[in-house]
């Protein structure tokens, strides 16, 4: 069975800095595309970063220079490290599996339950 | 706003059909398929309907998805009570190498 399970959210002051993880479990993370898609209080969803099988990876121009993902195979898990944090990056944030043509995520078959992640002073 | 246009709410009544629409432009819809996601309150998001009208195992036939030219449709038959969520269509965007989600549709069953 494939599964997803974010850990690292929690409340976090403007300029800092956390590390959300995807442990995956039913399949290699290092096979797939694997996404991070947020979602704000009462908004709808948009997707931060993806890293391919490859391990390049791509991410959204609002976090772009600020957030990176990377992976650790032998752990079978991503994480998104979020640096200069702001009040807007205020979000349930999501792990999900992707799938696409060869070059890009098209869609998400399989997603984590969420992790929170307030910035407020 | 988003590039992907959904109406904010449909309503229907229960065993009728709704429909929900996705506008986008030749960037996004126009040259990648399509995908469908139901969110339930407080719950991650589920696939419905990839590559544009494909359903993923588990996914019943009530959900059928179409896709023409730069814009495309959830369709929703037999409605039940338990349909009543929040649905997104997404795609990838060439211009803007990005994934891109519609802004979310609310269907009320009455």
């Known amino acids: 069975e494939v599964q997803l399970v974010e850990s690292g959210g929690g409340w976090i002051q403007p300029g800092g800095s956390l590390r959300l993880s995807c442990a995956a479990s039913?399949?290699?993370?290092?096979?797939?595309?694997m996404n991070w898609v947020r979602q704000a209080p009462g908004k709808g969803l948009e997707w931060v970063s993806v890293?391919?099988?490859?391990?390049?990876?791509n991410s959204a121009d609002s976090v772009k220079g600020r957030f990176t993902l990377s992976r650790d195979n032998s752990k079978n898990t991503v994480f998104l490290q979020m640096n200069n944090l702001r009040v807007e990056d205020t979000a349930v944030y999501y792990c999900a599996r992707g799938w696409g043509d060869g070059y890009n995520p098209l869609y998400f078959d399989s997603w984590g339950q969420g992790t929170l992640v307030t910035v407020s002073s | 706003q988003s590039v992907l246009t959904q109406p904010p709410s449909v309503s229907a009544a229960p065993g009728q059909k709704v429909t929900i629409s996705c506008s986008g432009s030749?960037?996004?819809?126009?040259?990648?398929?399509v995908s469908w996601y139901r969110q339930l309150p407080g719950t991650a998001p589920k696939l419905l309907i990839y590559d544009n009208n494909k359903r993923p195992s588990g996914i019943p036939d009530r959900f059928s998805g179409s896709k023409s030219g730069t814009s495309a449709t959830l369709g929703i038959t037999g409605l039940q009570t338990g349909d009543e969520a929040d649905y997104y269509c997404?795609?990838?965007?060439?211009?803007?190498?990005?994934?891109?989600f519609g802004g979310g549709t609310k269907l009320t069953v009455l």
């Open positions: 030749t960037s996004n819809i126009g040259t990648h398929p």
């Open positions: 039913g399949f290699i993370v290092s096979s797939n595309y």
């Open positions: 997404g795609t990838w965007d060439s211009s803007l190498s990005a994934v891109l």
């Open positions: 890293i391919y099988s490859g391990g390049t990876t």
